[in-house]
């Protein structure tokens, strides 16, 4: 036996030895955005780090974007668990660690377990303890779990991966493919974002004044796998790369839990940059922001911030950083240049995300300046225009506001068109099929309310119409599905204006008498509060208009908005 077939019969033993080991310790399903942490933990994407932070190491990180010993690390990175596993546990405890299904990935050796002061971390990390103001600190709020758990890892497997596997390269084998095709200086460029020509002719730029092969390492973050949207910016991505000089570009997929930290996530991924090969790293002015390019919205952080700070640690990180510039199409000379390169006189163009988003959405020209074809094939047949997408029309309202017979009629309109499935989930139907073992505590009908909105957003993934009506009091169960089903289609949210005391006089079976005498406790509009929609598309009166009338001013929204023709 020679030394590779003895250390490969070795790691066997001491793999099948830990999987035994394992099947006797407690363990915890992680979720997606710690199954991304842990694949760059296991993998050395995050190296230094050879696990959880300890307690001492995370203080020191939110206190001085060091370790404690003093190596440069500018992120928390915790193992977050509920109450009820952390009060079973114990320091020198081990936990077992699997995926979303069971599926065993490595063992913790836990050091430390401690309560973190979850204001103060977002203070340190997103520069604010506002959830109103950050989203990130949002999700540390909402989402994640009061308990942190640090120590070291001993990795069994990593995540399992079924899609683009070519290109899901780990930093040894991005190591090995620079190192075969001869590259010394590579630059890397982080994005999540669909690229286009101004983007390559931007990276182009910055490659040649570094003398730099390009490393692309766009995120495969937490929406895969079941977001469609994730295909087609790696298709997009594989076409791009196709538009780059031969064997000067290299594409790979970065499964990270992006946390839009500014400056701090700057740094953050040159590190992860530099762990993967690369020697310089493309910062945008922006970089990190959780509103970058959002015309509705300012940036969180001010500009150029990110690239200040990856600059200042430089000779620490040893990679450089390279300021993104921004490149626009200038007409009379038919290419791109610098936006500070541009005078007065010339003529320049652009296409905003929002107007790209408007002419994909209408079937309008996307000129070949702007993008190229096979680029916008891949987005026309991903967003196809809004008379061709499904959409859900969530209608809400008291009982007796009219909610059902709008779906009803509704229901009819659309069969009648014939161009699109449709599904009614009427609120009694889903309370029958869907969430007949819910009570009606804020919880329970929260709860059913995302259940409709899991339902409808598949629906309209697949290019159906849903028509959803239930009572549906609370605007965070609402907002939730808004958010949710938006990604994926059209969403029309008709609130059903009709006063409470027209709603009373409707009353065939009679709940509002029942609840006012005390026979029925909890009753949305008497005994529980109904909160009205802060921002709806339409809002109808049913005392004032007839069913089918209501019905038209739906069809009528619709057809301004472009989904039916």
């Not at 230094?48 to 995370?58: C, N, R, V």
């Not at 506002?130 to 709020?141: G, T």
């Not at 995120?219 to 997009?236: E, I, K, M, Q, S």
């Not at 009205?532 to 339409?538: A, D, G, K, R």
Request: proline residues 5%.
């Amino acid at each position: 036996m020679n030394d590779y077939s003895e250390s490969l019969l070795v790691h066997f033993r001491r793999s099948e030895t830990l999987k035994q080991e394992a099947l006797a310790l407690p363990s915890i399903d992680l979720n997606l955005r710690q199954l991304c942490d842990l694949e760059l933990l296991l993998n050395r994407a995050f190296y230094p780090l050879d696990g959880y932070l300890t307690q001492h190491d995370y203080q020191s990180v939110l206190d001085n974007m060091r370790l404690s010993d003093g190596t440069i690390w500018p992120m928390p990175i915790c193992l977050d668990v509920p109450e009820k596993t952390a009060s079973s546990c114990n320091p020198g405890d081990k936990l077992a660690l699997n995926d979303e299904e069971g599926f065993l990935l490595a063992l913790l050796t836990i050091s430390d377990i401690w309560q973190p002061e979850k204001q103060k971390e977002a203070q340190a990390v997103f520069g604010t303890e506002d959830a109103n103001l950050h989203p990130s600190v949002k999700n540390l709020y909402e989402k994640t779990a009061e308990w942190y758990v640090g120590g070291t890892l001993e990795g069994l497997n990593l995540p399992v991966h079924y899609d683009f596997k070519e290109i899901r390269l780990s930093p040894a084998e991005s190591h090995r493919r620079f190192s075969l095709n001869g590259w010394r200086h590579i630059i890397g460029f982080h994005t999540d974002a669909y690229l286009h020509c101004a983007h390559k002719e931007m990276i182009l730029k910055a490659a040649r004044e570094a003398g730099a092969s390009i490393f692309l390492q766009p995120v495969a973050g937490l929406d895969h796998p079941g977001n469609l949207d994730h295909y087609t910016h790696v298709r997009c991505y594989q076409e791009i790369v196709k538009k780059f000089p031969k064997n000067m570009i290299s594409l790979g997929l970065l499964p990270l839990a992006s946390r839009m930290a500014g400056p701090r996530e700057a740094l953050w991924q040159a590190i992860i940059k530099k762990n993967y090969g690369c020697s310089h790293f493309l910062v945008a002015a922006d970089h990190g922001d959780p509103f970058a390019s959002r015309l509705d919205h300012e940036n969180f952080y001010l500009a150029g911030k990110a690239q200040e700070l990856v600059k200042e640690y430089e000779n620490e990180t040893r990679i450089k950083m390279i300021a993104e510039e921004k490149m626009v199409y200038v007409e009379d000379q038919a290419q791109y240049a610098p936006v500070q390169d541009i005078t007065d006189g010339m003529a320049v163009k652009n296409i905003s995300s929002g107007e790209l988003q408007r002419r994909l959405e209408n079937g309008l020209e996307i000129p070949s300046w702007f993008s190229y074809p096979e680029v916008v094939a891949e987005l026309r047949r991903a967003f196809p225009p809004r008379s061709r997408q499904g959409f859900t029309i969530f209608i809400t309202g008291l009982s007796g506001s009219g909610k059902s017979t709008l779906a009803k009629v509704l229901m009819v309109k659309f069969l009648e068109m014939r161009d699109r499935p449709v599904t009614l989930l009427d609120g009694d139907i889903v309370r029958k099929n869907l969430s007949s073992e819910l009570t009606f505590t804020k919880e329970h009908r929260h709860l059913n309310i995302t259940r409709i909105g899991f339902v409808a957003g598949e629906i309209t993934k697949n290019g159906g119409i849903a028509l959803c009506a239930p009572i549906a009091p609370y605007e965070e169960s609402r907002q939730a599905n808004r958010e949710l089903i938006s990604r994926c289609g059209g969403y029309i949210e008709v609130y059903m204006a009709t006063p409470l005391e027209i709603c009373e006089q409707r009353d065939r079976k009679g709940l509002y008498a029942k609840a006012r005498s005390g026979k029925i406790p909890v009753f949305t509009g008497v005994s529980d509060p109904y909160t009205p929609p802060s921002n709806p598309e339409i809002a109808i009166d049913t005392s004032e208009l007839t069913p089918a009338e209501a019905a038209q001013e739906v069809l009528l929204y619709l057809e301004e908005q472009g989904y039916i023709r």
